[in-house]
């Protein structure tokens, strides 16, 4: 395969569509509910600074949903344009999740227009938090329909395939696959855990950078907690994933983990490096966890990779996204907890600076776990764009023009992001949540917010 094949390059230009289209995505699903908190706390307590806390992130929210917009027509424009035979062949299947997803997104972005427009404007403040919940059931809808397709791809069913053709459609049970619990839960639960990782990170920056307001603790403290119940929501749906892969992608658990023959007391390897007869070389072992994983119990069998041919087997790279995702979600979990328990941990009180530091990586880890969970999604699932029916290759366009469309979308998404984070730089640095806590006439210093 040459470097210009259309395969190839369709791969990569639809691949780099999702990678930057994650990012607001994630974000637009995940806000909502940190606006939520921080309006409802603000009501609950009384407390000006966390309504100050969802006014500038609901600011913040509407660029990125913006941006996210244009990306997300983006892979419309692809799946049509980059994988015609699949769109022709699996059309029918997923048209339903695809047109709820546009309904989803005209729900979210109505009402989310009427609350940023209607602060102040009711006489209970509840009131105006309530138009809140169709902007997060919005948000977290179109998630749903879209990762019901993208689990309609992984386990499809719903139709009848005659000569290449899929008749008998029925898109409801198309949509509500086996695959779609596991998969829109853990995309939820991880969008929230990194809308509220990335909040703790701008919080501790802000608290690094010498800005001790008592508004920049509260923030830090929400975004952290919130961080850490999202992070045990999202361990918890990952180990049903796993039960999942057990049952119906047994080629991709077994990739993940190098596991290549059939065998019950399954052992779990972490790291190392696979030789050419396939034995692990310096990898942590750990006995039994791998069929405890499949299935809670030490004797579950677990099918090992060479029970499938070759030529259908996911590729053993995948084993090194699965690592890095698990060490990564430790950490996600691990902060917060550091956090929580501060007061008994050695450096200066309450915010020691190396807990700051910790604190400001979870935005980077919690994004870098979402694109490793989606490289091991989308890479683990191949050679199959619908596994069992149709092969990727088989699925691409034939067009010489894709080198072009690659170079064009990376112009756009570099001009995109760039103008995104100049535009957010901007709309923060003109008026500091300092300057409105004073025009509010509060005091500059506060409580500690602990």
């Known amino acids: 395969m040459s470097f210009l094949d259309p395969v190839l390059m369709s791969r990569i230009l639809f691949g780099l569509t999702l990678f930057v289209h994650i990012v607001f995505a994630t974000i637009g699903v995940g806000i909502p509910i940190m606006l939520a908190l921080a309006e409802w706390r603000g009501i609950r307590t009384g407390d000006f600074h966390y309504t100050l806390l969802a006014r500038r992130w609901a600011r913040g929210y509407v660029i990125t949903v913006a941006v996210g917009v244009v990306t997300g027509t983006a892979i419309g424009l692809q799946l049509s344009l980059l994988w015609p035979t699949f769109m022709r062949v699996a059309g029918k299947a997923i048209a339903l999740p695809l047109f709820m997803e546009t309904f989803a997104f005209f729900v979210e972005a109505i ?15 509840a009131m105006h938090l309530l138009l809140l919940i169709p902007v997060a059931i919005g948000s977290s809808a179109s998630a749903f329909f879209i990762t019901s397709m993208n689990a309609f791809m992984n386990q499809p069913q719903g139709f009848e395939l ?3 053709v899929f008749t008998n459609v029925n898109p409801f049970v198309a949509m509500f696959n086996p695959a779609t619990p596991t998969k829109v839960s853990h995309v939820l639960a ?16 802000s608290l690094l950078r010498g800005r001790t307001h008592v508004y920049f603790r509260k923030a830090l403290k929400l975004s952290v ?5 999202f992070a045990i929501a999202t361990v918890t749906i990952g180990d049903f994933s796993g039960k999942f892969l057990a049952k119906y992608q047994p080629e991709k658990l077994a990739a993940m983990e190098w596991h290549f023959e059939t065998m019950r007391y399954a052992p779990l390897i972490y790291g190392g490096v696979l030789d050419e007869d396939h034995n692990v070389r310096f990898g942590l072992e750990i006995p039994y966890a791998l069929s405890i994983l499949a299935g809670n119990n030490p004797a579950t069998e677990v099918i090992g990779l060479n029970d499938f041919p070759e030529d259908e087997r996911p590729p053993l790279s995948i084993h090194y996204y699965f690592d890095l995702k698990v060490t990564i979600g430790m950490l996600i979990v691990l902060i917060p907890l550091l956090y929580m328990f501060r007061k008994k941990l050695p450096g200066k009180k309450p915010y020691p600076k190396w807990l700051l530091l910790s604190i400001l990586a979870l935005g980077p880890l919690t994004m870098s776990a979402i ?7 989308e890479i683990g699932r191949q050679p199959w764009i619908l596994r069992g029916y149709m092969k990727v290759e088989e699925a691409a366009t034939t067009s010489p023009s894709v080198g072009w469309m690659l170079v064009l979308f990376i112009l756009l998404y570099l001009v995109l992001c760039v103008s995104a984070v100049r535009v957010l730089s901007q709309l923060f640095r003109n008026r500091k949540a300092e300057e409105e806590i004073e025009a509010q006439g509060l005091e500059i210093e506060g409580g500690d917010g602990q």
């Open 111 to 125: 009402f989310l227009g009427i609350y940023l427009y209607t602060w102040d404007r009711f006489k209970n403040k």
């Open 162 to 164: 005659v000569d290449g």
């Open 190 to 205: 991880s969008a929230y855990t990194t809308s509220a990782g990335a909040l703790a990170s701008i919080a501790a920056f």
């Open 225 to 229: 907690i919130a961080t850490f119940v």
């Open 371 to 377: 694109w490793l969970g989606w490289f091991l999604a």
